[in-house]
């Protein structure tokens, strides 16, 4: 059994901003205090950063749900709360922030910060209500809600040069060959659970490259570790499709190769059609002349190159890195994904359209805008609750439960809170 973390789904919840204070003035000697409520604290956004010393979302198996903190409510002598922190959460480069529709948010291979939700702001003291008229408001605003998003995490690794290829051909063999990885080795199936990297230097160039899992057949419909791998080679410019030339566990090289291809092909046309080179390993063990000039044959059709290896004595090798540094020499540089979709704020606080239902007597309003205006008001303070009826008869609620039908004497109920309705 093994669990393998490079696509997850997680909710984060940015900081609701604090409330606005409701606060006057009172000092000795001075008769006449103003209001002096300071304003909330803005709440803590989510931020996404770059975690180069992490390649796998490992981290996120067994914590899917992040909030960061509230900002601070307001206090009297016109002292602003705290700001809430932002919550930084650390991935891995080559991350792809996606919708849980599929659409790319932002791709973390650029190494810049990410900002997936942002911190709710802070409500107003009831300083910024006075006026000539008003002098002594008892109300104040209460700070917003953070916002919340659910956001697809995909890991599509940054290489240069993918490893691809049935299971045991000696992928990990070559790449510990080739650079300073230090993969585990083994002669059994699924050697490899988790993809490696190794930086390739030669003659002052370097290049990626990355050991995916081997394939089998079924893998692009989610069989073997199916889509969990394929995905990492989404990136690479130029795959170098590595067989067992021997059979010495496989019949037929040559049909390993073609179902390999078949398989990129149903996981993605464009994954298919990367430029290729065929790497026919294990040498050492000997192999079928006949065998050899079939794959050659194929590989004259399909303008690829060949080359014959053995991860174990290093015969070839040289010239296989020689030739790889040349064709990604030709080739376009990594992808990076454009942002196909952009978060705005769930909360449209300009829309003052209602929801009235109606049980029985009692009609029932709800709206996002309206929900705000009752946390800030005072209803035991006469002023304020001028202040929400007049809120109410110029945004046209008034106007709506009349359109609803409400006579005089039924009830209105708006978040819990209930009167008596007066025409």
Known sequence: MFCVIDKVAITVKAGKGGDGAVSFRREKYVAKGG??????????SIVFTVDDGTNTLLDFKNRRSFKAANGENGAGKK???KSGADLRIPVPRGTVLKTTDGRVLHDMSDGEDYVAAKGGRGGWGN??????TRQAPRFAKNGFEGECREIVLELKMLADVGLAGFPNVGKSTLLSRISAANPKVADYHFTTLSPNLGVVKLYGKDFVVADIPGLIEGASDGLGLGHDFLRHIDRCRLILHIFDISASEREDPLDDIEKINAELMKYSPDLASRPQILVGNKTDIGYDPDTLARVKRYADEKGQKLFLISGVTGEGIDALMRCTAA????LPPLTVYESEAEYTDEVDYTDRSVEITREGDTYHVKGEWIKRVCGGVNFDDRESLMFFQRVLKNSGVIEALENAGIKDGDT????????????
Do not use: M, Q, S
Not at 35 to 44: E, F, I, N
Not at 327 to 330: A, D, I, S, V, Y
């Open 327 to 330: 064709e990604l020499e030709k």
């Open 79 to 81: 002292w602003n709360g």
């Open 412 to 423: 209105v109920e708006i978040y819990g809170i209930e009167f008596d309705f007066v025409i």
């Open 35 to 44: 209001p002096d409520g300071g304003d909330g604290g803005r709440g803590g």
């Open 127 to 132: 300083t910024h209500f006075a006026t000539a």
